[in-house]
T-cell receptor, first 114, second 113 residues
Framework: DAMVIQNPRYQVTQFGKPVTLSCSQT?????MYWYQQKSSQAPKLLFH???????NEADTPDNFQSRRPNTSFCFLDIRSPGLGDAAMYLC?????????????FGPGTRLTVT | SQQGEEDPQALSIQEGENATMNCSYKTSINNLQWYRQNSGRGLVHLILIRSNEREKHSGRLRVTLDTSKKSSSLLITASRAADTASYFCATIAGGTSYGKLTFGQGTILTVHP
């Protein structure tokens, strides 16, 4: 089945130690999104790629970076994780960037910062 | 600022009953979507309603949209234990050039067998 895959499902990192989260998709969608969801809160968009075009949200901290080496893969890099970065990170895709398209979400990676 | 506010925050019902969740938003929208999230998992798209639509159905789901009141409701009929999840409304603002979803806080639905 076509899907959005996130690895790992659970990630523990130390305060200040860089960490990379991975997302891959078999849907061949043009757009890939990264959301941050803290406990009992709504998901919040960090940034998205429209093909190779990177689009950062204005309030996303510089500590968060992303790479999309090809259509299928997208990575979220946290350069110096703080305790406040502990959250579920959700990757999503959509066929195109048009407002009418639904988004398909992966299962998420739960990040713990010690 | 948060676009969508949902109410109730938590809802507990018996299997077979109907569940109604409400969502309010602040700015003009292009469309409103509802997503389900099972505990500790990703979100699953349920239904999309455009700003020029008033009601939409999909299986046991019924969504209404009142743009004059800036509100939407999701009705799940004949609920099942498997419907236990968090439900989020998400809006796409009018005038935006891309599909940025802004989520509400969510309603936690528990359906008891």
């Amino acid at each position: 089945d076509a899907m959005v895959i996130q690895n790992p499902r659970y990630q523990v990192t130390q305060f200040g130690k860089p960490v990379t989260l991975s997302c891959s998709q078999t849907l061949n969608h043009n757009v890939m999104y990264w959301y941050q969801q803290k406990s009992s809160q709504a998901p919040k968009l960090l940034f998205h790629y429209y093909d190779k075009d990177f689009n950062n949200e204005a309030d996303t901290p510089d500590n968060f970076q992303s790479r999309r080496p090809n259509t299928s893969f997208c990575f979220l890099d946290i350069r110096s994780p703080g305790l406040g970065d502990a959250a579920m990170y959700l990757c999503a895709t959509s066929i195109n960037r048009d407002r009418l398209y639904e988004q398909y979400f992966g299962p998420g990676t739960r990040l713990t910062v010690t | 600022s948060q676009q969508g506010e949902e109410d109730p925050q938590a809802l507990s019902i018996q299997e077979g009953e109907n569940a109604t969740m409400n969502c309010s938003y602040k700015t003009s929208i292009n469309n409103l979507q509802w997503y389900r999230q099972n505990s500790g998992r990703g979100l699953v798209h349920l239904i999309l309603i455009r700003s020029n639509e008033r009601e939409k159905h999909s299986g046991r789901l019924r969504v209404t949209l009142d743009t004059s009141k800036k509100s939407s409701s999701l009705l799940i009929t004949a609920s099942r234990a498997a419907d236990t999840a968090s439900y989020f409304c998400a809006t796409i603002a009018g005038g935006t050039s891309y599909g940025k979803l802004t989520f509400g806080q969510g309603t936690i639905l528990t359906v008891h067998p």
